[in-house]
């Protein structure tokens, strides 16, 4: 069953209790071993709270000022630019909605980090892309956990449940954005707001067609190649034994 | 053998070698089961970049392209222009892949197909070796 993330803008209060909860689950606490007194004191500073994606930073806040400003993470596309994208098939999309990095797989190329339509996942420090996992080990543990983000939410302003549940409920907002609702972005985190999305200076996805085509043609264009190679083959030997024959009757 | 022939199947057998393990995560789509593949997806690729820069100086420096005539040229030209494309792909790839000294950063259009124009250039090396082939092996025509 795909489950959904969605979040409600007109109830978050940017208290930055999901950045919070999700640093905890996912241990993102800065690395302190091997490191000399300096080097700790910058990896503190580094996972204090940034307002960018990061080992330590898997979802912040995006503030556009005091007023308006959202949760960013993961979207967790539908039809992910990273996992197409990914030359060793590290990154999977779970049926439950949830597109996460093996990192025993990963051989840390960082096209995933590059093509991104949102510009998620960093390369973190073992060179392995970062990125929310949905937090895919609780909801696969327990089905009726849920992501550490939703369940400390003080406001409610993070739902977590079936797919079809949360677009139903997605629906009686004005501007909605992912889920597929109302023909905007194909995704399993969805935004829900009674504000424009312009006012919160919110990061549309940037999917080029061209790679939508070339990744729809790729098949049947080389098959075609193939065949044609084949093809030009077969005529070369006809042409020389054609000449063959015509040398022979001289 | 001629060093034009030694070249030609020199790379034959690099590409041959690179496209048989990136069928499985390119073709099929599936995760590589041949352990190391990106190791000897390197190693080759470097092999094929000499040779192939190597050949192409040696055409053109003593004219040996004009051995060959009408479709065989033809074939040969194609050939060789598919192991360039499955080269600069490569590149492109391993621009990110830490495989490079130095890498740019492209834009967000060009890293979005580069896995597609991989495929497909995996595709016309295969291709490619098949025209190749022609023009090294000539099968017996009875007449």
């Not at chain 1, 797989?105 to 960093?122: D, I, N, R």
């Not at chain 2, 600069?88 to 259009?109: I, M």
Request: net charge positive; proline share 4%.
């Amino acid at each position: 069953m795909t489950k959904s993330l969605l979040i409600d803008l007109s109830k978050c209060t940017g208290c930055r209790s999901c950045t919070v909860a999700c640093k905890s689950w996912n241990k993102l606490e800065p690395r302190i071993e091997n490191r000399n007194q300096d080097e700790i004191r910058k990896a503190v500073e580094k996972a204090k709270g940034t307002d960018k994606f990061s080992d330590n930073e898997f979802t912040y806040i995006h503030e556009k000022d005091i007023r308006n400003f959202y949760k960013r993470q993961c979207m967790h596309c539908d039809d992910p630019q990273c996992v197409k994208n990914c030359p060793t098939h590290a990154i999977v999309k779970y049926d439950n909605g949830a597109v996460v990095v093996d990192k025993e797989k990963c051989e840390g190329v960082g096209l995933c980090a590059q093509v991104c339509p949102f510009g998620v996942p960093v390369m973190g420090e073992d060179k392995k892309p970062v990125k929310c996992t949905l937090c895919y080990d609780r909801i696969t543990q327990n089905p009726v956990l849920e992501p550490a983000c939703v369940k400390a939410c003080p406001s409610k302003a993070l739902k977590f449940g079936d797919i079809d549940e949360m677009k139903q409920y997605a629906s009686k907002y004005k501007y909605v954005y992912g889920g597929g609702v109302n023909d905007s972005y194909n995704s399993s985190v969805i935004y829900a707001s009674n504000i424009p999305f312009e006012e919160i200076d919110f990061k549309v996805a940037e999917v080029h067609n061209i790679a939508n085509v070339l990744d729809a043609i790729k098949h049947p264009v080389g098959v075609l190649s193939i065949l044609g190679g084949a093809a030009l083959v077969g005529l070369k030997i006809y042409g020389d034994r054609k000449k063959k024959v015509q040398e022979g009757e001289k | 053998m001629d060093i034009d022939k030694i070249l030609l199947w020199g790379l034959i057998i690099s590409s041959a070698v690179i496209i048989i393990v990136s069928i499985q995560p390119y073709i099929l789509g599936t995760e590589p089961t041949i352990p190391g593949t990106g190791m000897i997806v390197k190693i080759f690729s470097i092999i094929l970049g000499i040779l192939f820069v190597v050949g192409v100086v040696y055409v053109i420096k003593n004219k040996t392209w004009k051995k060959y005539k009408g479709m065989t040229l033809f074939a040969y030209a194609l050939g060789m222009l598919s192991i360039a494309f499955l080269l600069f792909t490569g590149l492109l790839v391993g621009n990110y892949s830490g495989f490079l000294p130095a890498s740019v950063d492209l834009s967000q259009s060009i890293d979005q197909i580069l896995i597609p124009l991989r495929t497909i250039s995996i595709y016309f090396a295969i291709a490619g070796i098949i025209m190749l082939l022609s023009v090294i092996l000539k099968p017996s025509l009875r007449t």
